[in-house]
């Protein structure tokens, strides 16, 4: 299993911004996936998830503004990211959950998670 991530990179405020997360070794319809997000000094925090590739849910902060989708045929998970604010700076995480229910930003925890990424940069400047 090898989770990578791409894309990220320095954007101001207002923009948008994509990253992706290649995966190789399994699929991610099997799966609950996520997209993390680390700032400095600040604890890990799940930003989106997708259920077996059917189901999303977003934390507050960022619905409306954040889409996370996936390309079946690349096996590679996307969060689009609209309307960044600086708060929205961290290194993003693609991560893969073990057990399938309660796949939900609501109800899943860090320690879920098994497999990760490596962790791509998201800088928003004001």
């Known amino acids: 299993v090898q989770l990578v991530e791409s894309g990220g990179g320095s954007v101001q405020a207002g923009g948008s911004l994509s990253v992706s997360c290649a995966a190789s070794?399994?699929?991610?319809?099997?799966?609950?996936m996520a997209w993390f997000r680390q700032a400095p000094g600040k604890e890990r925090e799940v930003v989106a998830i997708?259920?077996?590739?059917?189901?999303?849910t977003y934390r507050d902060s960022v619905k409306g503004r954040f889409t996370i989708s996936q390309d079946n045929a690349k096996n590679t998970l996307y969060l689009q990211m609209n309307s960044l604010k600086p708060e929205d700076t961290a290194m993003y995480y693609c991560?893969?959950?073990?057990?399938?229910?309660?796949?939900?930003?609501?109800?899943?925890?860090?320690?879920?998670?098994?497999?990760w990424g490596q962790g791509t940069q998201v800088t928003v400047s004001s």
């Open positions: 070794g399994f699929s991610y319809n099997r799966y609950c």
């Open positions: 997708m259920d077996r590739g059917v189901t999303t």
């Open positions: 991560a893969r959950r073990e057990r399938i229910y309660g796949c939900s930003v609501s109800t899943v925890v860090v320690a879920d998670f098994l497999y």
